[in-house]
């Protein structure tokens, strides 16, 4: 299934200064029954969200509605434990199309990729500057340009690069999961396929 095209996003952020987020704390294990992707988003920190009577805690940020976006900022070592593929399809069903972090677990941010999430790795100084912008005025904006593969804050105009795999790049842009892909490059892989086939 093709995923939705990335090239640049400016949003205002949500921010979870929690280091060592797992991915039993961003989806609980009990959720991972179904095998589609639809509803992830609801249980999206799920037993941070609502106690044990199912009701909203107020003080998580996701209950405030002081803060919306398409940006997640998170603290360092984020995504860590588990494999589960379902934390990264939590976080997009909830709205989110970019996490930042000063890190991330490699499977995590693979696992993002590949559903349509850009994990954004920073530094830890830049990422303190985020927070402390978005502390001072929750309608703080960061702007991700994927293409130069730079983020910038805009209250400041202070940017900085991030690493990205040239091939997960490549998908983002244009929208391609790994069939769609391999789908794209048909003619390439039919014109080899043919000149092996002279060359033998």
Known sequence: MAIQKFTTLRSTCVPLPVENVDTDQII??????????????DNLFRDWRYDKQNKP???????????????LVAGKNFGSGSSREHAAWAIAGFGFKVVISSFFADIFKNNALNNGLLPVQVSAEFLQKIFDSIEKDNKA???????????????????????????????LLNGYDDIDFLLSNKEKIEQFEANRKLAL
């Open 28 to 41: 609980p294990a009990r959720f991972l029954k179904a095998t589609s992707k639809e509803g992830f988003g």
């Open 57 to 71: 805690i107020a003080e998580f940020v996701l209950n405030n509605s002081n803060y919306s976006g398409s940006v």
């Open 141 to 171: 904006e960061v702007e991700v340009n994927l293409e130069e593969q730079k983020i910038t804050l805009i209250s400041t105009g202070e940017t900085e690069s991030f690493d990205i795999n040239n091939y997960k790049k490549t998908c």
